[in-house]
């Protein structure tokens, strides 16, 4: 069966400072993978998603970057932090869009990680 | 560019029947989604329904699409305290890729 893990859970960070937040998908090849960000008290906002091995689209522009070195890893990355940059990153993975009959490629969420910027 | 919009908190009593709407503005929508987030935890998909369809049901939830006002709602019915949780409506033009989410919607149940 197929799990996804994110960390670290939790994470709080000073403002300026780099930021990693990993990904992992098992269980599945060539998945579609995805970041959001759920600030607080707000719905959920795509950051990035990824059809392949190095290919990331952005969806918001923002000092945040995304990278897929591997088929099922999936890195959020910051050089600089920002106060804004608080809140619950959600990673999640489809099945790509070669795979499956079914029309409905559900999305699979992390458990999350909660950054705090101070 | 796409905009899903729900209400903020709902409370209902056990037992009841709980209503959570979702409005969305993308004619383009093709697959409507609604999620289920308990504190702490990611999202898990609820159940979904497809632009040319009415109504779904699946056990105790049923959900209604009107297309033509673009509304979109979910209903659960004998709520349970274990379903007090954010419930997010989605949308996407294409299956299971990009999806544009509305703010959640609380739901307290209270016995």
């Known amino acids: 069966s197929q799990t996804i893990h994110q960390w670290p859970a939790t994470l709080v960070q000073p403002v300026g400072s780099p930021l990693s937040l990993e990904c992992t998908v098992e269980?599945?090849?060539?998945?579609?993978l995805y970041w959001y960000r759920q600030a607080a008290g707000r719905g959920l906002q795509l950051l990035f998603y990824?059809?392949?091995?190095?290919?990331i689209s952005s969806e918001v522009p923002q000092n945040l970057s995304a990278s897929r070195p591997q088929d099922r890893q999936f890195i959020l990355s910051s050089k600089k932090l920002l106060l804004s940059d608080s809140g619950f990153y959600l990673c999640?993975?489809?099945?790509?869009?070669?795979?499956?009959?079914?029309?409905?490629?559900?999305?699979?969420f992390g458990p999350g990680t909660r950054l705090t910027v101070t | 560019g796409e905009d899903v919009e729900q209400s903020l908190f709902l409370s209902v009593r056990e037992g009841d029947s709980s209503v959570i709407n979702c409005t969305y503005t993308d004619s383009s929508s093709t697959y409507l989604y609604w999620y289920k987030q308990e504190p702490g935890a990611g999202l898990q998909l609820l159940t979904y329904i497809f632009s040319n369809m009415d109504m779904k049901q699946d056990q105790r939830l049923t959900v209604l699409l009107n297309k033509k006002d673009k509304h979109l709602s979910l209903r659960i019915a004998d709520t349970q305290t274990g379903d007090s949780a954010i419930y997010f409506c989605?949308?996407?033009?294409?299956?299971?890729?990009?999806?544009?989410f509305g703010g959640g919607t609380r739901l307290m149940v209270k016995p």
């Open positions: 989605a949308e996407s033009m294409y299956a299971g890729n990009m999806l544009t």
């Open positions: 990824s059809v392949g091995i190095g290919q």
């Open positions: 269980g599945t090849s060539n998945p579609n």
């Open positions: 999640a993975w489809s099945e790509g869009w070669d795979h499956g009959e079914a029309p409905l490629y559900e999305q699979y």
